[in-house]
Structure formats: C-alpha cells, structure tokens
C-alpha cells in the first residue's frame, strides 16, 4: 500500500488500485510510517493525527506550533515548526511543550532562510530509539541523544539538507538528501559522508529509505529551465512552473558505486520537481553497516 499525502487529503494506492481518499479536504504537511505499520501525519498545519493498520484515523494532538514535519520516538511524539526553526514534543497524554534546548543548538546564530521560511523540513528518529534528527533549512542536521533536551550540529550549514530519513530497522543508517548529495551516515547521524561522485547534478530535495535501498530526487530547480538536449539555462525567480524540462533520476550502488538513469520526468510545477522522479540508492549487501564508510572531516 502507498499513502500519500496532499493538500486535499491523504491519497491510498494498493496493488488493485486507488481507493477512496482518506480524510478529504483536509491539507497534510507531513506523513510518516511507523514500525508497527501505523503511520503519523500532520495535517491542518497544527494537528497530528495517527492511521491504524485498519484504516482508522485518530486525532492525536494539536500543536500551537504551526507544523511541517512529525517524528515519532518511544511513544513520544516531536513535530518541526513551519515558519520558524523550532520543535515541539508532545507527551502520551497529549501535552505540547516546546524544546529550549533545540533554541540553544551551538551554530543556530549562523542558519537562514533559504527561500521558504527558516524551519524544520523533517524529523527523524533512529530505529533504536537513541537519537532524533531535524533537517533544518538551512541549518544543517542537529542531532539530539538525550530525547530532545540538548542538540549538537552533524553537519555543515552549507551542505543545504532539504530531508532526513532513518533506516526503519538499523539503527546505525541514516541518509539525508542535501544540496551536495545524498549524505549517508553509518552511526546514527553523529558523522556523515556524502555519496555524489559521477553526479553531474547534486541537488537532492526528497528521500525515502527502503529495507535495502533509498529512493532520492535529483533536479535542477526548483527556479531553472533544462532543455532536452541537456543544455540548462537561469529562469525568473518570480516563476515557480518548469514549463520545459526534464528531472535528472539516478541509480547508486556501492560496490562498485555507479550511477545509471532510473527515470525522467517533465515537471509542469516545481511541486512536480520534488516527486516526479525518484532516484535509487541501493545497499550492497552490508556495505553502510558500521566501518563500511569513512565518516567526513570538518
């Protein structure tokens, strides 16, 4: 089954096809699976909702936070603000507390504002419960090991994360998609290395991490033009419509790593630019568990 997410509910595929819309009308910003098949989402902005394997919807709490991202983590649930760089935890009985140490971030003084709003895009937390991640944009991946209290920087504010996705069963393996690359850590987002050797383009915004592969977007935009012959040129800024182009997909494998077309896609939004195309990012065999990547230096 795949759910999907959108301005006027959540969309639902299975093998014999679309079903019915679940929760129509009602806009999400973000949805995310669980372990045990259930899934979280936020949806109105402040709302987080939780959807049993039967299909159910349950209203779970309402954040004063305007929201774009949910994790979940040990029964406890965090959710990355929308307009502003800022997390909130909410407790099994429903109670909203806003995170002061994630104000306290060392290096916060230098994140930005980088298109949209300064804000948290996504959380994630590791499959063993120890850490919890938020790609800021733009302000890096702080990482969190004592459930939210204190927060240290992982990596560059520069490498421009756009998502963050924890393995759903090794705790050791996280990716990010990122304006250099995928970055891929090995130890639970302490240290990372970025995968992007034989790319000619880099910018990656989406990602999502399977049992043995990551699916990861690569584009030019979202404000570029790329014609069919490859040659790309600047478009408006004020324009948001890709109106002639095609989005770059790629395939990885790491060993030996090489980067093969997965798909291409005309997008007519830069909404299309985001989910028109995936990339492939595939696991050899045990080659991201511990000691397989040499983690990065800065």
Known sequence: MILAGTSEGCRVFTPAGE???????????????????????????????????SGVWVNLATSPTSLQSVASMGGI???????????VRITGDGRSEHLTGFDLCPGRQQWFAGGPPLGVRSLTATADGAAIIAAVHVGGLPRSIDGG????????????????????????????????????????????????????LKNSLALAVLQEEVLFTICDGPFAKRHKSG????????S???????????????????????????????E???????????????????????????
Do not use: K, Y
Not at 231 to 238: C, D, I, N, V, Y
Not at 245 to 261: E, K
């Open 19 to 53: 079903m019915p819309t679940e929760l129509p009308g009602r806009p999400f910003s973000a949805l995310i699976f669980e372990p045990e098949g259930t899934c979280i989402a936020v949806i109105d902005g402040h709302e987080i909702w939780r959807r049993a394997v």
């Open 77 to 87: 649930l965090f959710g990355g603000g929308m307009e502003e760089a800022s997390i």
């Open 149 to 200: 209290a204190t927060w240290r920087p992982s990596v560059p504010i520069r490498f421009d994360v756009h998502e963050v996705r924890a393995h759903p069963t090794r705790a050791n393996v996280v990716a990010a998609a990122a304006a250099v690359g995928l970055c891929v850590s090995n130890d639970g987002g302490e240290t990372w290395a970025v995968i992007s050797e034989g790319l000619g």
């Open 231 to 238: 040659a790309g040129r600047s478009a408006s800024h004020a």
């Open 240 to 270: 948001s419509r890709c109106e002639t182009g095609f989005l770059n997909g790629w395939t990885v494998r790491s060993t030996p790593r090489r980067w093969h077309p997965a798909a291409t896609a005309p997008p007519s939004s830069t």
């Open 272 to 298: 299309a630019a985001t989910s028109g195309c995936q990339t492939r990012a595939q696991w050899a065999g045990e080659s991201l568990l511990p000691g397989s990547l040499t983690p990065l230096e800065w």
